[in-house]
């Protein structure tokens, strides 16, 4: 049904300390679209780009000798991802995104490395996601995931942050100190490789130190 009107967003975060975003209108450039059109809009890259570079960026990190592994791309729109390692020689590759009619199943296999990418900062209740992803995950497996971590000016009260972003639909915004908290109450470890990527696992699997980590 068609509703005449002007859409503006704005974000309220926090807990103890409560922050708000400035208002900012959606400018429709179509009649109609919906929440994936407006998003590309404000993010192109996250179609193609973005896919190609972590699927690079995963396959230098695990190397040849890990091509063997299951792989759960959690998140993964149109599969690109996964595409693009099957390609690449990691043949156990899948995709789930609950927003794609394509991958919307999620598989019952159980999985040695489950990535994560630009998921956690999008959900509204992140231990859910993440007790999913445990669910999927083998004993001995482990979770790569990307969120970026806020910077002090977010200790400070001030949300002037561009990825704190209505628009952008960035709701949950997280410290390694949260992650932790998180990781930890799903039985997880957690391991921050960057301000952006982080892993985390039960047991410490043995291709996780092609990553830098140590059990």
Same mark, same amino acid.
């Given at each position: #049904?068609?509703?005449?009107?002007? #859409?503006?967003?704005?974000?309220?975060?926090?807990?103890?300390?409560?922050?708000? !975003?400035?208002?900012?209108?959606?400018?429709?450039?179509? #009649? *109609?679209?919906?929440?994936?059109?407006?998003?590309?809009?404000?993010?192109?890259?996250?179609?193609?780009?973005?896919?190609?570079?972590?699927?690079?960026?995963?396959?230098?990190?695990?190397?040849?000798?890990?091509?063997?592994?299951?792989?759960?791309?959690?998140?993964?729109?149109?599969?690109? *991802?996964?595409?693009?390692?099957?390609?690449?020689?990691?043949?156990?590759?899948?995709?789930?995104?609950?927003?794609?009619?394509?991958?919307? #199943?999620?598989?019952?296999?159980?999985?040695?490395?489950?990535?994560?990418?630009?998921?956690?900062?999008?959900?509204?209740?992140?231990?859910?996601?993440?007790?999913?992803?445990?669910?999927?995950?083998?004993?001995?497996?482990?979770?790569?995931?990307?969120?970026?971590?806020?910077?002090?000016?977010?200790?400070?009260?001030?949300?002037?942050?561009?990825?704190?972003?209505?628009?952008?639909?960035?709701?949950?915004?997280?410290?390694?100190?949260?992650?932790?908290?998180?990781?930890?109450?799903?039985?997880?470890?957690?391991? !921050?490789?960057?301000?952006?990527?982080?892993?985390? *696992?039960?047991?410490?699997?043995? *291709?996780?130190?092609?990553?830098?980590?140590?059990?």
């Amino acid at each position: #049904e068609f509703i005449d009107g002007r #859409e503006i967003e704005v974000s309220v975060m926090g807990n103890d300390k409560i922050m708000v !975003s400035r208002p900012g209108e959606l400018i429709p450039h179509n #009649e *109609f679209y919906d929440y994936n059109d407006k998003y590309i809009e404000v993010d192109p890259d996250y179609v193609r780009d973005r896919p190609l570079g972590k699927a690079s960026m995963v396959g230098k990190l695990l190397g040849a000798d890990n091509v063997d592994l299951k792989i759960l791309d959690y998140g993964g729109g149109t599969g690109l *991802f996964a595409e693009t390692l099957r390609n690449s020689g990691f043949k156990h590759t899948d995709t789930y995104d609950p927003f794609s009619a394509e991958f919307k #199943e999620l598989p019952r296999n159980k999985y040695d490395l489950v990535t994560c990418f630009e998921v956690f900062e999008h959900v509204n209740d992140p231990f859910m996601t993440l007790q999913t992803i445990c669910d999927v995950m083998s004993e001995s497996g482990g979770l790569l995931f990307s969120t970026r971590i806020q910077p002090e000016i977010m200790d400070r009260g001030e949300l002037d942050w561009w990825y704190a972003g209505p628009r952008n639909g960035h709701i949950s915004l997280h410290t390694r100190r949260s992650l932790r908290i998180l990781l930890e109450k799903a039985g997880l470890k957690f391991v !921050s490789l960057n301000d952006n990527l982080h892993f985390g *696992f039960r047991k410490f699997p043995e *291709f996780a130190g092609e990553f830098g980590c140590v059990a």
